[in-house]
């Protein structure tokens, strides 16, 4: 499990390039919408909920993710992209 603000997840999520949630979803095998709603989407009729706990605070609250799985995969394609721009 992590714990990370929920302002500094979707600061990731936004920084991510184009096409970034597409790719996360074919490497997990999962939809679209399911990376989405990880990132704090809730479009759970095209998406499935990924184990994402809310606890109201400063920041925008703390999320708990009970995988970090497209988290770390995020934050590789950032790495990535950012190496490729410098």
Excluded: C, W
Excluded at 3 to 28: M, V, Y
Excluded at 44 to 49: A, E, I, K, M, N
Aim: net charge negative; charged share 25%.
């Amino acid at each position: 499990m992590i714990r990370i603000s929920f302002n500094e997840l979707r600061q990731i999520k936004d920084s991510l390039p184009d096409g970034s949630i597409h790719k996360i979803a074919t490497a997990l095998g999962i939809t679209d919408e399911t990376v989405r709603n990880y990132f704090g989407g809730q479009n759970y009729r095209f998406g499935s909920s990924v184990g994402v706990h809310l606890e109201e605070g400063p920041n925008g609250g703390t999320i708990e993710l009970d995988d970090p799985a497209i988290l770390n995969m995020a934050i590789d394609i950032l790495k990535e992209y950012h190496s490729d721009v410098e």
